[in-house]
């Protein structure tokens, strides 16, 4: 089944101490992206992927950071989680050939910094 | 500053009425338009989109309609299911290629409650 997957789905941890949240899409997609959904604001790019090695800042990247060693996986890094960062996580992959720019999401993840 | 805009939070509908949902944009450069449906504990699900070369797309019960010159879009849903009870999201891009491509700017999103 074509999916974009993330782990955990519910985290609750504490300021300061160091988290990351996998995701993984196994469709062979060039572009991934990270965003998060606050109510009233609706989903915001934190940073994307154009391919393998390749990330660049989207709307509101401060407190994050990401990789692309591989393909099929770009992991969203909180050094120093506060709680300003509690917020639903989406991770997101399109392929070139979408003119669209449809996008895939993931099924989310709650992220809670006490 | 919010370049895509959905100002009414909320909609409730009887099942097979129609459903309008709303759209406004401040960026003159985006010219693809797409809405995506979530549901609750899941991910955003594409569902109909929009180039700016068109005015209107149909796909089934949804239909988008674009107003360039008013900076618009809506969604059309006919006939209204309670299955459509969801958050409905509005988003924009500039064309794909180079730099820009990917980038989608989101609405605040509606949420539609159809009741049977």
């Known amino acids: 089944e074509a999916q974009v997957t993330q782990n955990p789905r519910y985290l609750i941890t504490v300021t300061g101490k160091k988290l990351t949240v996998t995701c993984s899409q196994n469709?062979?997609?060039?572009?991934m992206s990270w965003y998060r959904q606050d109510p009233g604001l609706g989903l915001r790019q934190i940073y994307y992927?154009?391919?393998?090695?390749?990330?660049d800042k989207g709307d509101v990247p401060e407190g994050y950071k990401v990789s692309r060693k591989e393909k099929r996986n770009f992991p969203l890094i909180l050094e120093s989680p506060s709680p300003n960062q509690t917020s639903l996580y989406f991770c997101?992959?399109?392929?070139?050939?979408?003119?669209?720019?449809?996008?895939?999401f993931g099924p989310g993840t709650r992220l809670t910094v006490l | 500053d919010q370049q895509v805009k959905q100002n009414s939070p909320s909609l409730s509908v009887q099942e097979g009425r129609i459903s309008i949902l709303n759209c406004d944009y401040t960026n003159s450069m985006f010219d693809y338009f797409l809405w995506y449906k979530k549901y609750p504990a899941e991910g955003p699900t594409f569902l109909i989109s929009?180039?700016?070369?068109?005015d209107k797309n149909e796909d089934g019960r949804f239909t988008v309609f674009l107003n360039k010159s008013a900076k618009h879009l809506s969604l059309h849903i006919v006939p209204s299911q309670p299955g459509d009870s969801a958050v409905y999201f509005c988003?924009?891009?500039?064309?794909?290629?180079?730099?820009?491509?990917?980038?989608?700017?989101f609405g605040q999103g509606t949420i539609l409650t159809v009741h049977p």
């Open positions: 469709m062979n997609h060039e572009y």
């Open positions: 992927s154009m391919n393998v090695e390749v990330t």
């Open positions: 988003a924009a891009s500039r064309h794909a290629g180079g730099t820009s491509y990917g980038k989608l700017t």
């Open positions: 929009i180039s700016s070369i068109k």
């Open positions: 997101a992959s399109s392929p070139y050939s979408s003119s669209y720019n449809e996008q895939f």
